[in-house]
């Protein structure tokens, strides 16, 4: 122990006279030896080479609760042990003494004499004699309750910290729903189907959709992206669902739609913290002579949608010129109107899709001509079936996939009895 | 997975020019708005980034650039991208950034092209 019993920190050398010294010194050590081994600040226990107690020191008895007579020549180490401990010490702790001679810092809990427990740190040394025989065990007990109590503090922050996670990710789960449509609309003579890919439970990404009836039996639908993660993201992506569906109601020309989402946004955002999305906006106008659907897109700034028709063929559907929305005060919205015949599939998708890793960990990205090979080899398909796709690809990606993907699928199935699987 | 981007700041007489290098992702983003500031653009000067060693760029790296063209607007100067890679190129005409933004082969190019503003 520092300062108390250890000679070398008064070395007679260090220039005063010797003699002077060794009598501060004595005067110090008193009676050392006894009281040192009584009252060090911490245990010390000798056994017998069986485990009976030989000498146990003054702290420790304190410590449990007993009377030297108790103890010594009448009870072993094991009986101080609680009946775990008592395993441990047979299985592990006396074989290891046996072995190297020593053991440290193992961590036991000792019984007090009224039944309570001790959390010490013990070590043991073996004597042994002149020949080299072992004598006895002498073993130095540390009160561990104050690390005990710590450690079980760590225990407990970390279960804290766990669960704050774990409500962290609910929170976040439940935040991305209230940015999806609960349902989409069922709309007549059109099979749809939608599939939103989480990348990250921390994080909320910015991907949105919806589609929704319009006036006049008409029908809306976007899909979009908005830049960025996290909170900040999650605000501008409920406002740009929610711009865009008022938009559409007071104006559902596509290319106005977006202009005014555009306007929103640039008043919102801007300087060094510039929000933008990208979105493409369509109406469905039914064709009752032709059958299917009339579809006119407006883009701003977003990766075109797939067409995959109804003779196998496939292909994207550009809308060159269309700019980003939100930091241009006078974007250019492009626009294009085809037209969706029975067996024909529209697929629309978010960059997380073509920009994932097509091996986690890898440097290489999916790409928008892989995913237009893909699209040839499902066409002639269905909105489920095109999803179903997206999905299990999706899955080959794994982690790979390291930003939120949407994709939003309609097509138009042939009239009942052609429907091709 | 992804590279760490790395910035290298010159100056010249047509202003600061800024060497991006590495994947311009939501990770790496931050780090470029963060060093606007420090650019010291006066007006009249034009901020160059040059962007020969990106690797990747995603929505996040598409606000990076869109911030310090807003950062050189406010300070009345002009902003111009050198050596746009083939991949970013594509993504900037997707979302029609490509005529929002003067590019040039190389930053040399760049500065060559750029006129002090007569007073």
């Not at chain 1, 004499?113 to 002498?138: E, H, K």
């Not at chain 1, 999905?391 to 993907?405: C, I």
């Not at chain 2, 800024?18 to 650019?39: K, Q």
Request: proline share 6%; charged share 20%; with cysteine.
């Amino acid at each position: 122990m520092p300062g108390t019993g250890d000679p070398d920190s008064l070395d007679p050398r260090e220039g005063r006279a010797p003699q002077e010294d060794r009598t501060q010194f004595s005067a110090l050590l008193e009676d050392s030896a006894e009281d040192l081994y009584e009252h060090a600040p911490c245990g010390y226990l000798s056994t017998l080479l069986d485990g009976q107690i030989a000498k146990i020191n003054t702290t420790l008895l304190d410590w449990l609760g007993y009377e030297r007579g108790d103890l010594v020549g009448r009870k072993h180490f094991s009986d101080l042990l609680t009946v775990g401990g008592r395993l441990y010490h047979e299985t592990h702790f006396a074989p290891l003494l046996r072995m190297q001679g020593e053991i440290s810092g193992i961590a036991l809990e000792l019984k007090a004499a009224d039944g309570s427990r001790l959390p010490v740190m013990i070590t043991s040394t073996v004597r042994t004699g002149s020949d080299g025989q072992p004598l006895l065990v002498r073993t130095t007990v540390f009160d561990a309750r104050d690390r005990r109590a710590y450690e079980t503090e760590l225990l407990r922050a970390r279960q804290e910290a766990d669960l704050e996670r774990d409500r962290l990710k609910l929170l976040n789960t439940t935040l991305q729903k209230t940015l999806l449509p609960p349902a989409l609309a069922n709309v007549p003579g059109l099979d749809v189907s939608a599939h939103y890919h989480i990348a990250s439970v921390d994080e909320v990404g910015g991907d949105f959709y919806d589609l929704f009836p319009l006036a006049a039996g008409t029908w809306g639908l976007f899909l979009g992206d908005v830049c960025g993660k996290g909170a900040g993201a999650a605000a501008v992506t409920s406002l740009a669902r929610y711009t865009l569906r008022a938009a559409s109601v007071y104006d559902p020309d596509p290319a106005a739609v977006l202009a005014n989402l555009n306007t929103v946004l640039n008043h919102e955002y801007t300087g060094t913290d510039p929000r933008f999305c990208t979105v493409v906006f369509g109406v469905l106008t039914p064709d009752p002579d032709l059958g299917g659907f009339q579809i006119t897109l407006a883009s701003g700034g977003h990766p075109p949608a797939l067409l995959m028709r109804a003779d196998g063929t496939a292909d994207y559907l550009p809308t060159p010129g269309g700019q980003l929305i939100g930091v241009l005060p006078d974007a250019h919205i492009a626009t294009t109107t085809v037209r969706l015949a029975p067996g024909d599939t529209l697929l629309l998708h978010t960059d997380g899709l073509t920009e994932a890793h097509t091996i986690a960990g890898g440097a290489d990205r999916y790409g928008d001509d892989a995913f237009l090979d893909f699209a040839r080899s499902l066409a002639p398909t269905t909105a489920s079936a095109t999803v179903g796709a997206v999905r299990d690809l999706l899955d080959t990606f794994g982690t790979g996939v390291d930003d939120d993907t949407a994709v939003l699928a309609v097509h138009v199935p042939r009239p009942t009895g052609e429907e091709q699987q | 997975m992804t590279q760490h981007l790395t910035l290298h700041t010159r100056t010249t007489p047509a202003g600061a020019v800024v060497e991006l290098a590495g994947d311009l992702d939501h990770r790496t983003a931050p780090e470029v708005r963060a060093a606007l500031p420090r650019l010291g653009i006066r007006p009249g000067q034009q901020l160059v980034l040059d962007l020969t060693g990106i690797t990747f760029c995603d929505s996040s790296g598409i606000t990076a650039l869109i911030a310090a063209r807003n950062y050189a607007l406010a300070a009345e100067a002009t902003i111009a991208l050198a050596a746009v890679p083939d991949r970013v190129s594509r993504i900037f005409r997707i979302v029609g950034l490509d005529r929002v933004f003067p590019t040039h082969p190389t930053a040399q190019a760049a500065q060559d092209s750029w006129q002090p503003t007569p007073d």
